[in-house]
């Protein structure tokens, strides 16, 4: 029986005891909290060191496509996008195919991409990328050390938005970065790349969302023909095959969806506006355009954290023992945005949600009990940390309908705060979270032209944020 222990710094009420059962009260209660305070639609999913789980929601479920909002309250079983959050997932699809003797991960990336783009563009991965090319493994892919360019920078991600719900595919990745200089070069600090490539592959680290989509291209090459005797293509690979959930138990009642093309709206029940990406609404948008096998996941929390704490957990069930102490190999980002800063394995990083455990110029360590194994999601309309938090024998996966600052982190920490207290760590407070404002306060801030009041609370303007939404909506201009 865990010890009880007063819980009153998360909550800011009377003095709470943590009991047995009480868990999921106390995290719905919270979630209820954020949902309320900010507007966001929330959820939470967390499986617990016996293996128990549950998933709960708050706040409204977001807009529809007509622009109105959806009926109802944000719950535990409303789906939302997981950006790259969806990397676990095919890294692991990747080291179930190896479990299986089909490939290496040292065999060469060309030799099951090639055929696929010789089938839909009549080229090879060499002429897409030039010659360094057939120097990339699919070890290199998923462990982020092919060196090859990333698409999701600027240039490419507005252009796309902007066409609207038009019909993209992966190969309109291959060509943005086909169209970069055949040279090697840094990339700057956002990541953007003016070359195709920014070291030789297998000469460094560096976080790049094209890998994963070459990763898809690589499952749809090492896929058996469908019973139709048709070849797999991009669009109809069952990613849910190769990651064995049909098969485990675990996933039975599991809701995932790997969106490749067609409007995301119909695959999410909470829809997400896009602050950072100026006004866009995701759900106009092709579902392509999100990265397919990078950032295509679409679940609920609860499966989310189901699937890190199969794969993590102290039972694992998805991955053989070799293959996943592959996958917690850690390396140090070597080049791009985050250089020097964060550790990558195969699919998973290391990254810590707690304030007070960040310390300026050092990496997140495993062991820190803020520390998580998994994968965050930042992406159009949505944010998400998804991963096992060893210190607890617990797997937490919380997203949050929007992309402006880092509203899923924030709601990360005061989740594990109660986390901690369940589990009797009196030095919870330590975390350092930052506390829910109320009344919660907005920054008049003019975003692709018009003018938009922005909740300071989990995003770049939080020392800006000094009017309620009321004084933030006369002083913008903003009507709604």
């Keep these: 029986m865990r010890a009880l222990v007063a819980l009153t710094f998360v909550l800011g009420a009377s003095s709470i005891d943590i009991r047995e059962n009480d868990l999921q009260f106390l995290v719905q209660e919270l979630v209820q909290r954020v949902g309320n305070t900010t507007?966001?639609?929330?959820?939470?999913?967390?499986?617990?060191?016996?293996?128990?789980?549950?998933?709960?929601?708050?706040?409204?479920?977001?807009?529809?496509?007509a622009g109105s909002e959806l009926a109802g309250s944000?719950?535990?079983?409303?789906?939302?996008?997981?950006?790259?959050?969806?990397?676990?997932?095919?890294?692991?699809?990747?080291?179930?195919?190896?479990?299986?003797?089909?490939?290496?991960?040292?065999?060469?990336?060309?030799?099951?991409?090639?055929?696929?783009?010789?089938?839909?563009?009549?080229?090879?991965?060499?002429?897409?990328?030039?010659?360094?090319?057939?120097?990339?493994?699919?070890?290199?892919?998923?462990?982020?050390?092919s060196g090859v360019a990333d698409f999701d920078v600027p240039d490419y991600d507005n252009s796309?938005?902007?066409?609207?719900?038009?019909?993209?595919?992966?190969?309109?990745?291959?060509?943005?970065?086909?169209?970069?200089?055949?040279?090697?070069?840094?990339?700057?600090?956002s990541g953007a790349c003016q070359c195709r490539f920014e070291f030789e592959p297998g000469m460094g680290v560096s976080y790049s969302s094209t890998n994963f989509v070459l990763t898809g291209l690589v499952l749809v090459?090492?896929?058996?023909?469908?019973?139709?005797?048709?070849?797999?293509?991009?669009?109809t690979l069952d990613m849910l095959e190769p990651l064995g959930f049909r098969s485990n138990p675990a996933f039975q009642d599991s809701n995932f969806s790997f969106v490749s093309d067609g409007p995301l709206s119909l695959w999410l029940t909470v829809a997400g506006n896009s602050i950072q990406y100026g006004n866009v609404r995701i759900f106009d948008q092709d579902a392509s355009i999100l990265g397919w096998t990078c950032g295509n996941a679409i679940a609920t929390t609860q499966d989310l954290a189901r699937f890190y704490f199969e794969l993590l957990g102290p039972r694992p069930s998805l991955?053989?023992?070799?293959?996943?102490?592959?996958?917690?190999q850690w390396r140090v980002l070597t080049a791009g945005w985050a250089k020097g800063y964060i550790d990558y394995g195969t699919g998973l990083m290391i990254q810590n949600i707690a304030p007070g455990q960040r310390l300026h110029g050092q990496r997140p360590q495993v062991n820190q009990s803020g520390s998580y194994v998994g994968h965050a999601g930042d992406t159009y309309g949505f944010t998400s940390e998804n991963g096992y938090f060893q210190s607890y024998n617990t797997s937490l996966s919380v997203a949050?309908?929007?992309?402006?600052?880092?509203?899923?982190?924030?709601?990360?920490?005061?989740?594990?705060?109660?986390?901690?207290?369940?589990?009797?760590?009196?030095?919870?407070?330590?975390?350092g979270c930052r506390p829910l404002p109320d009344p919660p306060l907005y920054a008049c801030k003019t975003v692709w032209g018009l003018p938009t009041c922005i909740l300071g609370w989990g995003s770049s303007y939080q020392h800006e944020a000094n009017l309620t939404q009321a004084e933030c909506n006369t002083t913008c201009g903003v009507t709604s």
């Design 39 to 65: 507007g966001w639609s929330v959820s939470v999913g967390l499986v617990d060191d016996e293996g128990h789980n549950f998933g709960v929601g708050g706040g409204p479920r977001g807009l529809s496509m």
């Design 74 to 145: 944000t719950t535990g079983r409303d789906r939302f996008n997981f950006g790259s959050g969806t990397k676990g997932l095919t890294a692991t699809a990747v080291m179930r195919l190896v479990d299986q003797g089909r490939f290496s991960l040292d065999d060469p990336a060309h030799w099951f991409i090639d055929p696929v783009l010789r089938r839909a563009l009549n080229k090879s991965m060499s002429d897409m990328l030039g010659s360094r090319a057939v120097n990339v493994t699919i070890g290199h892919l998923i462990q982020m050390r």
């Design 160 to 189: 796309v938005l902007m066409k609207g719900n038009t019909t993209h595919s992966p190969f309109e990745v291959l060509q943005f970065v086909s169209r970069l200089n055949d040279t090697i070069c840094d990339a700057d600090g």
């Design 221 to 235: 090459g090492a896929s058996l023909p469908q019973p139709s005797g048709k070849p797999t293509t991009w669009d």
């Design 319 to 328: 991955v053989s023992a070799a293959s996943l102490e592959i996958m917690t």
């Design 400 to 431: 949050v309908n929007q992309d402006n600052g880092y509203g899923s982190e924030l709601i990360t920490c005061l989740v594990l705060e109660i986390v901690a207290v369940y589990h009797g760590d009196t030095n919870a407070t330590a975390f």
